[in-house]
């Protein structure tokens, strides 16, 4: 991912930053710019996460590429935030540790390099809470 | 509207195709189509072709104009246009034809799709195919295609009780079915043995849980129903025709086992087609994974939610069956180039209903295709009948 | 006065033992690691490194108190393994806690000295009135040579420290140091491993310049060793603290509690800096604290600190952060083939 890219939505991935619209009530993260449910009608704010929630699905990756490849085996799961929203995340884990329903709580990782020379991307990824 | 017709159907052979370009592959099913068709190339109005990722799988964009060039159809200045849903691409490339002569713009139209997967390494074929789920948002975060739709299948057996040997199952059928299939990447019977002692690519997805990599193309063409008999004794009529979208992200799904975009293409293509689910005779499904098939069947309502697996186990889901699942062996036999998957399902169902499919032939009037992108982002339904 | 308002440490889960290290060269890990007094030492996750480490020390700071990001007006980060040679880590760490953009930031390196040069510099700014608050890390993913003496003490792991003036934890009632230009150790540019003088890291080194700084704060605050309930020095292993200690007439009573590297390993810019976190961990008021740290190169700085009320009372959450100990807990044994991947050593293709 380009730097540009990626430094686009770093304030977002370093501290969850996501949003939430006043209207329905609807949290979001990955962040969006307009409500799904009010559309035209929806008023989207920023808003921070807590940073916990817990697995509502995994996997165990056992075979992958570029930046996780060190990584396998490892955890891949979708969370649901406590305000409800849901993500996708490398759950830093034992393998054999996860399951559904599981408390988990955010941490700060690298979430992958362009080489040993390029940029270094940081950002949120979860474990066990 | 008017009524559209199959007039002509067309498919190379699926597999590792070490000694075919990407040219090579359009090329030849297209010809494979015309004569088919019994038709020559000036008669043709508009192409389009269905492809995921030329661009980074042979590096190669403007797809349309160099198949258009290729196909000996530039001399015509025919128009082509590259149609792209990740693995949706070959279906919604036949719906795209399918608008163009319904709608009366044109009248006789190619519709095909086409992938050269194996002219780069396992690994940037994982990163290309990745692209087809968010990749800010998923990407990222280490997600692989076996990878999002094992968490389906963790979701889906967590609250349906669904067995390892029903998942298993699935391929074995469809094993069962590509073996007589002349066109599919692997003939080879397995058993539930084979698949439940593969490797484990993402827990609980074993190798034979998952479709393979392939190169491959398939062509068919559409004309208006009154002009199909100018081609062909056995037109085969396009009933129904659903597309549906849904969120690019797995994790924003209302229901993570429930892939709603195919609940409502489905809905769509039997409104339109204006039967019912007993009136289909089999169904070709984008069996991209085993997990992937127990979801489609279930959410194109042909039984309900949680009861695919015994459906499966008791045979039901076989040629002979209740409702006959991918009797062309699926994307798990057949092969999955991915651009081409949902022309190659169109170029099954035709070849059941005109009754040449010969060896794993279903006896029916109807057959339906349901062609998916990502995982369940886009998807397209088509309904076909004999008559 | 100015002092810590608050502290945070943060430990990789993963160790290898000094044994299993030892293994792997043909050593006597028993005796390896009797001599060292170093047991087990802590490695990186995969995807870890100074920055992450740094953050998450920052923030089990942030989080035992309501302290206004707004009020943070400088991040310092010491370290000897930043993850760039040039972009500095401080950045990300004030951008994780949200303390950006309002905010001086640079990394710092002076060996395994360079967090608490970062806590100098901030109580500078702070008691000068520059800013209100500045948080001060010290972190290292800490590099030996496979093989060196080294490897079977460099450790991962840090803390962090945000220094301000109202309503310290503990104040930090004076600090001095002790420099001069020694090359007991070193990295040079573009090299993965730091190399070293071998036994002339101890005498004219360590010793010197850690009893060199100590005995001028005992000195100047005309205190003597007996005052103190603890004492914290820099531990590249088990014994050099200790002999320092009783060089200067402090007992194994008082540097015990803040004595981390028996099983976390040296952390480098991070190891004083964790040892005064155990020690902050189970303080009481009133409770003096001397803690010496020393960088190659080489310096040390020294401190006296007395912890106030403040660390019992509302406006501190002690348990809103995991301690020294919890972290130590959370353990993860890995061979190693495993600390080898971890830590880079398997040459990957790019």
Redesign the interface.
Known sequence: ?SVA?FWR???NR??LIGNQCTVCGKYFY?PRGFCPVCRRDGKIVEHQFKGTGKV????????????????TP?V???IELDEGS?????L?C?IDKVY?GMPVKR??????EE??SGA????T?FVPA | MREVAVIGVGCTKFGEKWESSFRNLFVEAGALALEDANLSGEKIDEIFVGNMSAGRFVEQEHIGALIADYAGLATDNIPATRVEAACASGGLSFRQAYTAVASGMSDIVVAAGVEKMTDVGTEVTTDVLAAAADREWEGIAGITFPGLYAMIATDYMHRYGLTREQLAQVAVKNHDNGAKNPNAQFRKAITLDTVINSTLVADPLRLFDCSPVTDGAAAVILAPLERAREFTDTPIKVLGSGQASSTIALHDRKDISTLDATVAAGNRAFKMAGIERKDIGFVEVHDCFTIAEICAIEDLGFCKKGEAGRLTEEGQTAIGGKIPVNPSGGLKACGHPVGATGIKQVYETVKQLRGDAKGRQVDTDIGMTHNVGGTGATVVCHIFGRK | MVGIISYGAYIPRYRIKIEEIARVWGANGTEIARGLGVFEKALPDMDEDTITISVEAARAAMARRKVDPADIGAVYVGSESHPYAVKPTAVTVGEAIGATPVMTAADYEFACKAGTAAVQTSMGLVKSGMVNCAVAVGADVAQGEPGDALEYTAAAGGAALIIGNDDPIAEINHTCSFTTDTPDFWRRENKPYPRHGGRFTGEPAYFKHVIGASKMMLEKMGTKPSDYTYAVFHQPNGKFPTQAASMLGFSMEQIKPGLAVTYLGNTYSGASMVGLSAVLDIAKPGDRIFMTSYGSGSGSDSFDITVTDVINSDLFNRDAAPTVSDLLADKKIVDYAVYAKHKGKVVMME
């Not at chain 1, 509502?56 to 990584?71: A, E, Q």
């Not at chain 1, 941490?107 to 992958?112: D, E, P, Q, S």
């Not at chain 1, 270094?120 to 950002?123: L, P, S, V």
Request: hydrophobic fraction near 40%.
């Open positions: 991912m890219r939505k770093q304030q370093y501290n990955p509502v699905t995994f996997s165990i990756i056992r075979s992958s590429s570029g930046n996780f490849k060190l990584l490892y891949l799961a979708i849901r993500l996708t995340t490398h830093v034992d559904i941490v700060f990782r690298k979430l992958g080489g040993s270094i991307f940081y950002g990824k």
